[in-house]
């Protein structure tokens, strides 16, 4: 393999690359999951635009309106994409889809970020390159994208709302065809299926989360940074036995890394911005030791684990247990 500069910190492993790059190079069937979050622009993490973010000269991205005396984080406008940056898009995934499907093993799932305006982009791809589509995970946190009175005429039109305020975040969720049996598959590959929150309670696809935290932002300045408290939830469930490798292509100051330390998982990240992949060596291990109310770290992560007990002859109940309480998240608080 071509020799990229890496980092390792505890069971993660973050390399500075292009992730076709790196994905061309790697294994066949040597990950067993990806949890991801891409840049939905490609434009708005091009040199340009990354220039503009960093001297807060705009350009895609902009920066919300702040009504209550906080300054208020660069979100990217996608709604600036045009024709031609949309096929990009969809061709840039489609090679990224075909990529993942041959290194991959069987019955890996994929959960990927996305928003509810470019969703479409990725989900082809991903269907076209022969993953199935299991759902969606909703991240249910209210943004300050939407719920504007149209530009320039607001007084006039104070009424309405021209698109609604964002309340979720879609996160994708597919899966690569399974060898045989759901049963054959976990058995071979250790794949094919999701980590139950408890014996008690199955992994439910819609979480209650917050915007990131200042105290993480400060961590870990990276724009797209993703909170602890719900990466921890989405990289448990993604493996089901905790064993494999966590996959993040795009990782960013390394959210999922981190995520799959504190959960004591082996992860690999690939960023190919070296001033991200500055920010992720320092950002890894300290949000990896973040201990978060109502998510696991790795000791508490041991209170869930089932190892060599059998669901035979233990009643199913559909209630929450008491020690799935620790997965009751904070209420949505705006900032
Ligand atoms: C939306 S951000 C992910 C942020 C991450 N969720 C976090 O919490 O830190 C996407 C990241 O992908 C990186 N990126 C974009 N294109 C890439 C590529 N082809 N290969 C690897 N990384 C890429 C960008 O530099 C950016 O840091």
Redesign the pocket.
Known sequence: MEQFQTYSCDRATLTL????DWLAERDPASAQAVVT???YG?VE?STREQAKLRAGRGGVWRIPPSFDGHKRSPLPRFTTLTESDLRQLENFFGRWASSLMRVLVPGAHIVV?SNPLVSHILARPLAAAGFERRGEIIRLVTTLRGGDRPKNAHQEFCDVTVMPRSMFEPWLLFRKPLEGRVQDNLRKWRTGALRRISRHQPFGDVIASHPTRPAERAL?P?P???PQSFMRQIVRAVLPFGEGIVLD????????LAAANALGYESVG????PH?FEI?RTAIPALSRLAIPGTPIADEASLFLRDGESLCGSPIRREDSSESQLFALAPNRPR
């Open positions: 690359a292009d992730c076709l979050d891409p840049p490609l993490y970020a870990a990276h797209s940074l993703k292509p795009f990782a960013g100051a390394g959210s999922t690939i960023e190919h911005d991200y992720a």
